[in-house]
């Protein structure tokens, strides 16, 4: 920890991402109740929600698209202030009610996330390049538990900026001042953070790649990620994508839950759904910022292997209808074991993979927790209320085991 807050590009990248998530964050719940004061409030909302999905679907595309950005860091400053533009043309119009505005706004905001998607890309190899191997999973976690505790700060702060002053074009302004502040960071820092422009991307197109070739392409970044996580990789993309469809569901299956069996809890409603919020957020923040603990050398395998224990118990304390204060640490500590998760993964990664294989190497993983994540909601949140509590949990205890199994009979990759 002393080394990195010695460490220039650390500390350039992680205030850059302060702000940057503080905007995002703050401007997203003010965007659902921008939508929210127009007819057809659910079109627009249900819009907004399918926009936020997209980017993380392409990111595998992204990811090749970031190989073609030779300069890292010029790239990540162009790009934010592009961003800033945005949100400044759309503070323009948006004290209008017209449709068109509504619908340029969702528009503007999809293509911003879009760019945000890249800028998380590019980060990867300027970690690589600029922190060394010990160092980077710690760095990582810091940098991703500045997200989680700095989105809650964000949506709140849009709520209460917007129930007090209903100023919907400041929002957007403030917005674009955070993407500014996050550009400024790089421009004052940009020799700590650029990195020197790989050889192995030429400037010229290149010709089109068959599908064999695509096919060939998948089958080296599985073929990489086996080696960097020694994990088959088809399985451990295939377990991901299951444990993250069925955790995905979670939250909409406890607020349904908590719905359900208020009056036997020791809390009202709106403060059982606080505390679950809390107990996410703080486990996600604390395994994300303390690297050096009990688990510091636990293997991915058993990473994801007691997070799936985690969850298939959190199955059946819901459908035994257990200790509400069970549930909260059950999900305390999966949150916990998920927080180390994602910086583990990224670290491994980075220890064996060339730069030129990275950024399409998390974009790849990306889309596949993506892909998975509106299913899992869905199916479960529908389940829950159609088919009734017992069978859907039932169905992601089930699911839940399918992912622990194929880790557990995963062969390991020496």
Do not use: C
């Amino acid at each position: 920890m002393h080394t990195l807050i010695k460490n220039r590009t650390f500390l350039t990248l992680s205030t850059s991402n302060f702000f940057q998530t503080l905007g995002i964050s703050f401007f997203n719940i003010i965007l659902l109740m921008f939508a929210k004061s127009f007819d057809n409030a659910q079109l627009w909302v249900a819009l907004i929600s399918i926009s936020a999905v997209i980017p993380g679907v392409l990111s595998a595309v992204l990811g090749n698209v970031v190989n073609r950005f030779n300069y890292k860091a010029k790239s990540i400053i162009i790009l934010t202030i592009i961003q800033a533009v945005m949100y400044l043309y759309m503070a323009v119009y948006m004290d209008h009610k017209y449709t068109w505005v509504i619908m340029m706004v969702i528009g503007v905001n999809l293509l911003s996330d879009i760019f945000g998607v890249l800028i998380g890309l590019l980060r990867y190899p300027i970690i690589q390049a600029h922190i060394e191997g010990d160092n980077r999973r710690q760095a990582l976690g810091i940098m991703q538990s500045i997200a989680f505790f700095m989105q809650p700060i964000g949506q709140a702060a849009g709520v209460a900026y917007i129930g007090a002053t209903g100023d919907y074009r400041m929002g957007s302004l403030i917005n674009a001042a955070t993407f500014l502040i996050s550009a400024l960071i790089f421009v004052f820092n940009y020799k700590q953070v650029e990195i020197n422009p790989t050889t192995s991307v030429s400037d010229q197109p290149e010709p089109a790649q068959t599908s064999k070739e695509k096919a060939i392409s998948l089958k080296k970044v599985l073929a990489l990620l086996t080696d960097a996580t020694k994990i088959p990789g088809i399985s451990l993309l295939a377990s991901l994508m299951i444990f993250n469809g069925i955790s995905a569901g979670i939250d909409g299956v406890l607020n349904l839950y908590v719905l359900d069996h208020s009056d036997s809890f020791y809390f009202s409603f709106g403060v059982s759904i606080f505390l679950i919020t809390i107990a996410s957020i703080a486990g996600q923040i604390v395994g994300s910022f303390w690297v050096n603990d009990f688990m510091k050398n636990y293997t991915m395998k058993k990473l994801l292997l007691i997070s799936a224990v985690l969850l298939i118990l959190l199955f059946v304390v819901l459908a035994l209808q257990m200790n509400f204060l069970l549930i909260l640490l059950l999900l305390f500590a999966m949150s916990y074991i998920i927080g180390k998760v994602n910086p583990k993964v990224a670290s491994d990664i980075m220890e064996k993979v060339d730069e030129k294989y990275l950024s399409p190497m998390m974009g790849t993983i990306s889309t596949v927790m993506t892909l998975a994540t509106p299913v899992g909601s869905v199916a479960l949140v529908a389940g829950y209320a159609g088919i009734g509590p017992t069978i859907t949990l039932t169905i992601g205890i089930g699911f839940a085991a399918v992912s622990f199994l194929i880790l557990l009979f995963a062969k390991k990759i020496d």
